[in-house]
């Protein structure tokens, strides 16, 4: 955050419900802190800084190639998630349910994804195939943009996310590939879909 002179205060905002999306999305990009109990305030008007906001909307709406990385995650994943399910130990599984059970019901959006993507790693990690592991880790970079706006505009995303991550979560523990595989194609054509309609 940028240091403000004692001479110039942060401009404080009064957020409506009607922009409170819009002000998660500035706080994400650190245009806004929102400091809880005390408001919300502007961090920098740097020009790099807004622009970098500007462009983070601008690539996410114009750049349809995120829907293709998201098809290319929608073949690899359950292939990866089917594999996970024969071979993940006792022990990894674990480590996934953990994963799985720190997501609170109302966790902030930085906490939805970095918990998305650590759970859809340690099943890469634990198909035992060190290229699929690559491809998909290499995939989560110019998916990252569509699960935080997924996370900021779509209701219920929460909720959908935590309940396939537990049919997942079950259907490795239950050896079951077959059910792996069907219930990680649903959560990654989810994403998919809602982003096709979004752009």
């Keep these: 955050m940028t240091t403000v002179s004692p001479a110039v205060r942060p401009a404080r905002i009064s957020a409506s419900d009607s922009l409170r999306e819009a002000v ?31 462009s983070f909307v601008l690539d996410f709406h114009r750049d349809d190639t995120v829907v293709q990385f998201l098809e290319v995650r929608r073949i690899l994943e359950p292939a990866a998630t089917a594999l996970a399910a024969q071979r993940m130990s006792d022990e990894d599984i674990e480590k996934l349910r953990l994963v799985a059970d720190a997501l609170d019901d109302a966790p902030s959006v930085e906490a939805l994804v970095e918990n998305d993507l650590e759970f859809h790693r340690l099943i890469a990690s634990g198909s035992g195939n060190t290229v699929i592991y690559s491809l998909i880790e290499s995939l989560s970079g110019p998916t990252t943009r569509a699960r935080i706006w ?9 909720t959908s996310t935590r309940e396939q991550h537990r049919a997942i979560l079950d259907a490795l523990a239950a050896r ?4 792996a595989h069907a219930w990680a194609t649903v959560h990654i054509a989810g994403v998919e879909e809602w982003l096709r309609r979004a752009l």
């Design 150 to 158: 997924r996370g900021l505009t779509q209701e219920g995303a929460v």
């Design 24 to 54: 998660r999305a500035l706080a994400l990009i650190r245009v806004l802190d929102v400091r809880q109990g005390d408001g919300t305030f502007v961090t920098s008007l740097e020009p790099s800084l807004l622009l970098d906001a500007l």
């Design 176 to 179: 079951r590939p077959d059910v």
